[in-house]
């Protein structure tokens, strides 16, 4: 759906994205960030059954380590094309890799506990979906 396509902001989601998914109950310090691109936005969350908000880990292809994005490092994004999903180890669940090689990854948590999904919407259609790809090993 989105690849190919530019990241074009990223922001924290607002209460009324949150009390959509039934987060409403977090503080807004704990809400995830939302990455908007040109026919999709995506946000984290901690399971695939959406109990809860997750968080963004980010690799930046001079790191050696994966680790919790903040807007700062997103915001570095903005502008470069999604290349194509990405898996960690013998995971089934994508993330997200950049022509520039940053790769971003859904987590359950902002300690990195788990590995998450991404849950999006589409901004053409306004549907709903779960970020995942089919694992060609």
């Excluded at 039934?22 to 809400?31: D, K, N």
Aim: charged residues 25%.
């Amino acid at each position: 759906m989105f690849i190919g396509e530019k990241l074009q902001s990223v922001a924290f989601m607002d209460a009324k994205q949150m009390e959509n998914e039934s987060w409403g109950e977090c503080l807004p310090h704990q809400y995830p960030i939302c990455i908007t691109f040109e026919s999709a936005i995506l946000f984290p969350s901690q399971d695939p059954e959406g109990n809860g908000p997750g968080a963004i880990s980010v690799k930046f292809p001079a790191d050696q380590d994966v680790h919790t994005a903040d807007l700062d490092d997103l915001k570095a994004l903005i502008g470069i094309k999604v290349k194509c999903p990405v898996f960690r180890g013998d995971s089934t669940i994508p993330g997200i890799k950049f022509e520039d090689g940053s790769m971003l990854f859904p987590e359950s948590d902002p300690e990195l506990n788990d590995e998450g999904i991404f849950f999006g919407t589409n901004l053409l259609t306004g549907d709903p979906f779960y970020f995942y790809s089919i694992r060609e090993d």
